[in-house]
């Protein structure tokens, strides 16, 4: 099998012949092609070679064209701060609690901000891989967006307060999420992941997730099965054990579980839907390549019997981990 073939079987619930290795490598691509994070964040060409570099360096079964979650609210006004090495920070929101969001414009993909070199990215990928290994494309999810237009105290205000405004701020930002994600499917992604960390019930609470997110991503999921996408994939990390059970509900294919949720009871609460996870971030760059393996291989082991299966980590492993830690969970699928 490919990498592309081992994950569907995995969707499929299929025996592959090993577990599909997903390490989120994404500002360590960065490290990897010897390139500052500033740089990578803003060329297209360049992530897309720092990706190809990773995958032939770890031998793992995707490639993410994902710069960061500030790419949507770039392009739609706000104002960020770039450092060499680290991710960029909004210092000036496009929405303000007396600015209407009827003011904003729909960015198009194909020319606001940095959209058109993410595309450029997941273009490259997808004709340099073909359809060896899963070029995933990346959407900042309708909560995450709409904080990230207000910043997220005032999102978490106006929501208790005004919530017919918030939930027209979180119906244009479902809109981009759409938009965007579509666009990344016609330039080659297999499929856009939905990151909406500002969704887990470590921000909102899990009513809030039923009421409001639910349905928007509803519309985010079908829009992008109807333009082709292998799959929905839904990454919320944190505690989200409350919400995991409407994801199948939402559309998504694919459930990424963090830390915060043991693997036996996600294997209850999502009984028929593949996921990816739960390696704490932080053990690619604090532990040795051993503790690595051995935290993979009790993983892979919890999920044998069941399928449905991608090794991947909680959320992003840091840009600084160890290339050892990184290859040593690779390593332990190929030993499985």
């Not at 691509?29 to 360096?57: F, H, N, S």
């Not at 930002?173 to 499929?191: D, E, F, K, M, P």
Request: proline share 7%; aromatic share 8%; charged share 20%.
């Amino acid at each position: 099998m490919n990498s592309l073939e081992r994950i569907k079987a995995a969707l499929a619930f299929a025996p592959p012949d090993r577990t599909p290795a997903v390490p989120q490598l994404f500002g360590h691509a960065a490290a990897v092609g010897g390139v500052a994070l500033r740089d990578y964040l803003r060329d297209g060409a360049l992530l897309a070679a720092c990706q190809a570099r990773t995958l032939e360096r770890y031998g793992h079964d995707v490639v993410f064209a994902f710069m960061d979650l500030c790419v949507e609210t770039e392009a739609l006004g706000s104002t960020l701060q770039y450092r060499e090495n680290q991710y960029p920070d909004v210092i000036s929101y496009a929405l303000t609690l007396s600015s209407e969001v009827s003011a904003l414009t729909m960015p198009d993909p194909a020319s606001a901000g940095r959209m058109p070199e993410l595309l450029k990215a997941t273009s490259i990928l997808r004709r340099e891989l073909g359809d060896t290994t899963l070029v995933a494309g990346c959407v900042a999810g309708p909560m995450t967006l709409a904080t990230q237009l207000l910043g997220i105290e005032t999102a978490l205000y106006l929501a208790v307060d005004d919530p017919a405004r918030f939930e027209q701020i979180l119906d244009f930002s479902t809109a981009v999420a759409i938009r965007y994600g579509c666009a990344q499917i016609a330039a080659g992604a297999h499929l856009p992941i939905v990151f909406d960390p500002a969704a887990s019930p470590a921000v909102v609470p899990p009513q809030f997730f039923r009421e409001l997110l639910l349905p928007r991503l509803q519309q985010v999921f079908a829009a992008f099965r109807q333009a082709g996408a292998l799959a929905n994939w839904l990454n919320i990390a944190g505690p989200t054990a409350a919400t995991l059970p409407y994801y199948p509900e939402a559309g998504a294919d694919i459930a990424n579980f963090d830390y915060y949720v043991e693997p036996d009871q996600v294997q209850r609460l999502l009984p028929r839907t593949c996921v990816d996870g739960n390696m704490k971030s932080l053990l690619f760059v604090e532990a040795s390549p051993d503790e690595v393996a051995a935290a993979a291989a009790l993983l892979i082991s919890s999920f044998a019997r069941r399928g449905g299966f991608l090794l991947s980590s909680g959320c992003e492993i840091p840009p600084e981990a160890k290339p050892e830690n990184i290859a040593a969970m690779v390593a332990a699928c190929r030993r499985a």
